[in-house]
Structures are given as C-alpha cells and as structure tokens.
C-alpha cells in the first residue's frame, strides 16, 4: 500500500480496512455532485429500502455511462488505485456504482449480507469502496464481521422482507447470529468524514445501522474486479442485473467487456 496513506486494519487478515483522507476536497465534492445528480435522476434499477412508515432508505446501481461526475470521479479518483494495490491485482476494471443514502431519522437497519452471492461474478480478488460525504457517526457506519470474506457464502435475501429471491432456500447456509456473540465475531467498524472510505472485500459480511436525529447519510460504492474475477451466469435476475451479457460472455470468461472498462494497472492508471 502506498505510504501516502494513512490505512487502519488489515485487509488480508480482516477483508476490511479503512482508508483515512484517501480523498482530497475535490474529489469529494465530485462524489456529493455524483450522488445528488443520481439522486435527482433515478434510474429504473432504484428502489426504496426502508419501508413506507420510515424515512426513505434509497438505492441505485450502474449510473456511471449517464451522469458525467460520477463516470469522473470512477475514472479520476484514486479509488480504483487504492482497491488494486489492497487486493494484489495487477488489473483493476470497474464493476459496478452504487449509491445509498439514508435521509434524518431512517430507523432501517441495512441487515448483516454479503455483496457477491446478489452478483453474476466468481473470483477472489475484488474490493468494494464505501464512501461518505457527510460526516457518519458510529452508530450509522459501515460494520463489518472480520474475517468472514474468506467464506462460506451466506443465502442472500431482500433486506425489507428477507426473501430468498437468488439461490433457492437451502442452497446457502444462513449466516450465524453476530449480534448474539461478539467475541466470536468481531466488528470492525468507523466513524468517518468526508474524505474517508472503507474498502471490503464482497464476502465480508457487513451491515450498517440506521440514521439518528437530523443527520443525513449519503455514501457512494463503488465495486472493483481484479483479473481473477469471471463472469458468473445465474438463471435468476441478479443485483444488479446486467440484461444480454450472458449472451456475450460465456461462464468463466474474463469481463473484458466494456461495462467494465479498466480503471488502473499495476503499471500506472490507463485513460
């Protein structure tokens, strides 16, 4: 890891660390741009996660081809730098964007989940970026279980209603009770300002709680893929979906597409 960068934890050991002031002023103001351009023109995959009696808990995939600041920030920040040099790859490409934001007072917990069961891609070195661009307490951060990303996978579910929408009942194990045993399993988690980031890997299981008093929450993910990462068909609609790629990538082919354009190489960062 770069010596420019101050890095609370260890990633090979916990699938998670966090990043503090890996983004300067600039590059957070583009985020916050990012997010509110998303925000103020929701694409067709958003959805509300927080039900009806609750502040809106709102999420959105995959923008980074529609709005300008964010294709910017992905393709400028040192985001995609960080991710290579934690995950040892030689090759970075994009995944996917991902925004969340949780308005004053949403009580919705986002429940303890791993990110690549809901995917369509196999492979061990990948990174995903949680971003803030306001300041987050720690009772609302990002928390992660340490050294979970080493497996097993876990049945994803529907965060409102727990439904097994991808891998069938029983296909998965169901995650342990975290809460109900501490020692057993512990948190890693961060309060976190503007400019800070926690970098997971998509096995970590992580959550997050809800959102106190008048204090907005507005995060920016972004998810990376080294070269070891394959396009993984499944027969259901994936989270996000990426409709008639399966039809140009076969099952275990490399992503060389250009969804998911190279961001950096150990070489230095590619245009």
Known sequence: MSSDLVVEGDF?????????????AE????????????????SPLAKRASPLDDAAFVEDFCSWTRLEPLERFIRTSPAARIAGELMGARVVRLYH????????????????????????VAGDRNVSMWMPVDPVEH??????????HRGPWYLPRTFLDAQAKWFP??????????????????????????GDAVFFHMLTVH?????????????LSV????????????PW???????????????????????????????????
């Open 237 to 271: 609609t994936t989270s996000p979906p990426f409709p008639g790629l399966a039809d140009e990538l076969a099952p275990g082919a490399p992503l060389d597409h250009p969804l998911f354009p190279v961001l950096w190489e150990r070489s230095g960062n590619v245009s």
């Open 169 to 194: 009942e029983g296909a998965l194990a169901e995650p342990p009770d975290y809460d109900a045993d501490p020692e057993r399993f512990p948190v890693r988690a961060w309060a976190l300002e503007p």
């Open 97 to 120: 964007d991902h925004v969340l934001v949780k308005e004053p007072g949403t009580r919705q917990r986002t429940p303890w989940h791993q990110d690549l069961p809901y995917y369509n």
């Open 207 to 219: 959550g997050a709680g809800g959102v106190s008093g008048g204090t907005r929450r507005r995060v």
């Open 27 to 42: 590059q957070v103001a583009l985020a916050r741009a990012a997010i509110d351009a998303n925000l103020a023109d929701l």
């Open 139 to 148: 009772a609302a951060t990002l928390r992660c279980i340490a050294g979970t």
């Open 223 to 234: 998810r990376f893929l080294g070269e070891d990462m394959v396009h993984a068909p499944r």
């Open 12 to 24: 090979a050991r916990d699938g998670v660390v966090c990043v503090r002031g890996a983004f300067d």
